[in-house]
């Protein structure tokens, strides 16, 4: 359904450039008077088409750098999220080691018996 719209649209566009270019060939001018109009027309055409071009070209450059900076963002959350459960990780299994050594420390081992 798109490509018919799109289809019909540059089907219209298409016949009121051809259409223009009729009227201007068979309006009462002279043939290098209605030559400088069809080269004025093109040039503000061609004009126009770069400073969209131009236009498209920086808004895309914009977003980019939008979408980097929250890229960039999201990374340094990320980075953060996960020192913060390596330190966690980390406390916790110092803390286990020293429970253990505590508990070795205070262990008392039985005495041995004396051979006889």
Same mark, same amino acid.
């Given at each position: ?8 649209? $540059?089907? *219209?566009?298409? $016949?009121?450039?051809? $259409? $223009?270019? !009729?009227?201007?060939? *068979?309006?009462? %001018?002279?043939? =290098?008077? &209605?030559?400088?109009?069809? %080269?004025? *027309? !093109?040039? #503000? #055409?061609?004009?126009? !088409?770069?400073?969209?071009? =131009?236009? =498209?070209?920086? +808004?895309? #450059?914009?977003?980019?750098? @939008? +979408?980097? @900076?929250?890229? /960039?963002?999201?990374? @340094? ?12 990780? /980390?406390?916790?299994? #110092? ?6 050594? /505590?508990?070795?420390? &205070? /262990?008392? &081992?039985?005495? &041995?018996?004396?051979? =006889?």
């Amino acid at each position: 359904m798109g490509n018919c719209n799109s289809g019909a649209v $540059g089907a *219209f566009l298409a $016949g009121a450039i051809i $259409g $223009g270019v !009729v009227a201007l060939l *068979f309006a009462p %001018r002279s043939g =290098a008077e &209605t030559r400088g109009m069809i %080269r004025d *027309f !093109v040039d #503000e #055409e061609i004009d126009m !088409v770069k400073n969209k071009a =131009a236009s =498209a070209r920086d +808004y895309v #450059e914009d977003e980019i750098d @939008r +979408y980097k @900076r929250k890229a /960039r963002r999201v990374a @340094r959350r990320v980075e953060d999220a996960v020192e913060n459960v390596v330190d966690d990780a /980390r406390d916790r299994i #110092e803390e286990e080691i020293a429970d253990v050594k /505590r508990a070795v420390a &205070t /262990r008392r &081992t039985p005495p &041995t018996p004396a051979k =006889a």
